[in-house]
């Protein structure tokens, strides 16, 4: 009996000893914020410039080849940069189909004109 509760008691014991959680650090943290070198991007101007970039650059490039990041570019991280180069590929692509409707409607007024 006295073994029973020897071992009940540690066993108590141990599982008040093991609950008890350590004191947390109620302290805000303090940061300082280190001095800025570089001035603030304006990342409407700079995202804008980088579309309008990357619409031109995919005039000059050939299907499969992979253009050069454009320096209008560099204020942006990969994120807004991918973003911005997407919406310069759908610019170049209306670009492309805006083109194709124009030689069409020709090739149509001239087929028309032919008697």
Do not use: F, W
Not at 11 to 28: F, I, N, Q, R, W
Not at 48 to 57: K, T
């Amino acid at each position: 009996m006295r073994i029973r509760h020897a071992i009940a008691t540690t066993g108590l014991l141990l599982a008040l000893s093991s609950s008890e959680t350590p004191p947390v650090d109620t302290k805000p943290a303090t940061t300082t914020a280190a001095p800025s070198t570089t001035p603030p991007v304006d990342t409407a101007a700079a995202t804008e410039a980088c579309i309008e970039a990357v619409r031109q650059s995919l005039k000059t490039v050939t299907s499969g080849e992979d253009i050069e990041r454009p320096t209008e570019c560099e204020p942006l991280d990969d994120s807004a940069y991918l973003e911005a180069y997407m919406k310069g590929l759908q610019k170049r692509n209306q670009d492309g189909r805006d083109e194709l409707q124009r030689q069409i409607d020709e090739a149509a007024s001239a087929d028309a004109a032919t008697p």
